[in-house]
């Protein structure tokens, strides 16, 4: 089955937040309120409660003078995912459209996903002792609905879709951009850790919108998800098995030298 | 079949370990073994029956959490309580060489039980010498990076990713170090008599004198009486 994407295109979003309310009411998530801090951004970050938020970013340049920029912000569905590998349970899947899907049963609340998420996405929810995120909406799309967020953008900043057909249209709308002022407009989730189920337009360069540039899993978190975790713990039931030969042998070879071999023959350990 | 050495009073007897060492090798002993298991829960695929032991995975990681503390605890009251002995454990364990060299050599033959001629070894011999780096320093880097995961918010995010494959590693190189520890320290038919050195504190001078000749000598010997 294809994969199933959501387009987001910084140049049509209003910053509306629409999208924030419709994935709380969809999920069912509580109100999380948090302090004043002097931006528009409602979040420090996504959090247990909000999968989804929109990041504000102000900044002043001498020539082009204040700029104001925003961003939707989720889970990648990145196909190659780090939570998925670090997972000690298992509770961390890829639906049939690319989804990367977080079972709460399986989930023993370890956080390990947490800190190897290069997006900084699984968030803790204390209350139930589980990490929680972002589904794309696996529950609807499985019906052939869109993804709440998708369905509410008012302003056609977030389409839902084949991936393919999305990067198609990512890649024109990128064209136009550049070609209307927004010279180093560019395509985020092609090719980022070899590719994203979650496509954006951005007008500027990724790190203008607090985006990773060039996001990797940590080389110590694929050395010890590929070779330590699989072949290394062998090595224990090698020296239990080695002591459980000794066991008999040295008992077996004591008998046949006569002695005790208690102090007399063997025995310097 | 005989498993551990007999005890025997009637003999001579010297004293390997003073009480402090004991008890921190006792409690660290019975604290490291609830780490080891409650972790392997998180380890290992399905086993589900080892967490159900411990209540659940909730109840394993509280258990692993409370033994971490006490261990570290262990830790603290070895250093405080017997400083003096640590040093002359990292100074015994220092004077590393050609004998030592040699039983580690031979150790694989001695090990399974064929005779064989073992130079005089000092308090530790060369494998103990091994197991004295190995398991302390894997020991400090499975608390360092236990702490650091246990409390995730208050150090760089890089570090706490570190943690998580070094506690496995250091996880896999205690827990193989034990392992021998633990069957050389009692069931092996030539070490066996240690096993009463860690627990009665007290070892048989023959024993003594055969398998720690260098140690004998400078503390019970000829040499002790004459300084």
Known sequence: ?269 | MQWLPEYKDDVERVERFNFVARITHWGHTVTFLLCLFTGLVLFLDGVDWLAAIFGGYAGAGLVHRIAAVLLTILLAIFVVFDFKGIISWIKDILRFGMNDIKFVMSFPLEFFGFPVKIPPQTRFNGGEKGNSIVTPTMVILLVLSGYIMWFPSIFPAGLVRVAYPTHDIAMILATCMVCMHGYLGSFHTGSGESFWGMWKGTVRADWAKHHHAVWYEETYGDKADAE
């Open chain 1, 1 to 269: 089955m294809a994969n199933l994407t959501n387009l987001y295109d910084v140049s049509k979003c209003t910053a509306c937040r629409g999208c924030q309310v419709a994935c709380k009411d969809w999920n069912q998530l509580p109100a999380t309120i948090e302090p004043f801090t002097g931006s528009y951004q409602t979040h420090e970050d996504t959090n247990a409660d909000t999968f989804t938020i929109i990041k504000f970013f102000e900044s002043e340049d001498p020539v082009t003078g204040v700029d104001w920029s925003f961003i939707k912000r989720q889970c990648m569905h990145c196909f190659d995912a780090a939570c998925m590998q670090v997972c000690p349970k298992g509770a961390y899947t890829k639906t049939e459209t690319g989804a990367t899907l977080h079972d709460p049963d399986k989930c023993i609340g370890c956080q390990y996903c947490s800190y190897a998420c290069p997006f900084e996405i699984p968030k803790y929810r204390k209350r139930e002792d589980k990490v929680t995120k972002c589904t794309l909406c696996a529950d609807r799309t499985a019906e052939g609905l869109t993804p709440a967020c998708a369905r509410t953008c008012a302003t056609g900043a977030l389409t839902f879709g084949d991936r393919e057909v999305l990067l198609q249209k990512a890649e024109d709308r990128v064209k136009y951009l550049r070609a209307n002022g927004y010279p180093n407009a560019t395509i985020y989730g092609k090719l980022e850790l070899g590719g994203l189920n979650k496509l954006y337009v951005l007008t500027d360069t990724p790190d203008k919108f607090g985006l990773p540039v060039n996001p990797h899993i940590p080389k110590n978190i694929s050395a010890w998800q590929n070779v330590i975790q699989p072949y290394f713990g062998w090595l224990i039931p090698v020296m239990l098995a080695a002591s459980a030969t000794s066991f008999v042998t040295t008992r077996i070879l004591a008998n046949k030298h006569g002695g005790h071999g208690e102090h007399e023959e063997g025995g310097h350990e």
